[in-house]
């Protein structure tokens, strides 16, 4: 059920890959809320994913768009205002790739080219993105952008590799651009640091699914779903949250606050003390 959270907004929408990515959910739900939005990925990505299936179910417009080119971003934007009448309210950035990862290459054999190009399509396209935005003025006062990310860019997790070093720019240029865009514009910029989800990208990790298990056991309340993030976007692109930016906001059903469940000390032969 909805609640015209968004009604009457605009917005772009990046990564939706398939079903099971975050991006694919939060167009479904903001959808739902009343926007109206364009999808947007890489023409490399949409020949791999299912874009023109959410398309329809949503009537949105796709536009392809390199994160990394300036041009292709300019683009993007200008053409969302045409296609949707207006400025834009809300942007979802959902692109994340880490070639290194793909390669199983090791965090301290990192192949430096490869992790430059993660840099620029994970993290720089961010702040392309935002620049790109600002220049063309192209969001609306009190618009709302939230990237997703991972608390690997604050905690050691040795699977994610480059990846972890890659999202903490990310985080960093969420905060220093929301100074900026914040103090002209009011738009507010901000992180969502999500559970480990069964998406094609998070599945692609190498011992995934013995990680998710681990974060599930810790998390009281388990692991958030790709759809419980959607939900979480959605209030961040709404006005009830027009105060909040420049965060790292968690969402993990209480994992990153949590040093140690019962469910793991059992798993380990640790038995409850009477």
């Known amino acids: 059920m909805g609640y015209n959270l968004l009604k009457g907004k605009r917005g772009i929408i990046t990564g939706a890959l398939d079903e099971n990515s975050i991006a694919w959910k939060v167009a479904e739900k903001a959808h739902e809320e009343g926007a109206t939005f364009v999808l947007t990925n890489a023409p ?11 398309a329809e179910k949503t009537g949105a417009e796709i536009i392809p768009a390199d994160a990394t080119n300036n041009d292709e971003l300019a683009n993007l ?26 390669k199983n290459i090791p965090y301290t054999e990192l192949n430096y080219e490869y992790f430059q190009k993660g840099i620029d399509v994970s993290a720089l396209s961010l702040h392309k993105m935002l620049a790109v935005a600002k220049k063309l003025d192209a969001i609306n006062e009190w618009g ?71 974060a599930n056991a810790i998390a009281p309340l388990g692991n958030a779903t790709a759809e419980d993030c959607a939900n979480y976007c959605i209030t961040l692109f709404s006005d009830l949250t027009r105060m909040v930016t420049m965060q790292n906001l968690f969402h993990d059903g209480g994992y990153s606050t949590t ?13 409850k003390e009477n």
């Open 144 to 214: 709302s952008v939230v990237a997703l990310t991972y608390m690997a860019a604050q905690r050691t997790y040795p699977f994610y590799t480059d990846m972890a070093d890659i999202k903490a720019m990310l985080e960093s240029i969420a905060r220093s651009f929301g100074y900026h865009y914040g103090k002209e514009k009011n738009v507010r910029i901000n992180t969502v640091s999500q559970s480990p989800t069964k998406t094609t990208a998070g599945t692609g990790i190498k011992g995934f699914g013995d990680f998710y298990d681990y």
């Open 44 to 54: 490399i990505a949409m020949r791999m994913g299912e874009i023109k299936k959410l």
């Open 77 to 102: 934007f200008t053409k969302s205002q045409e296609v949707l009448g207006g400025k834009i309210d809300f942007v979802l950035h959902s692109i994340g790739m880490s070639v290194n990862i793909r």
């Open 259 to 271: 040093g140690v469940s019962m469910e793991v000390m059992t798993s380990l032969g640790i038995e």
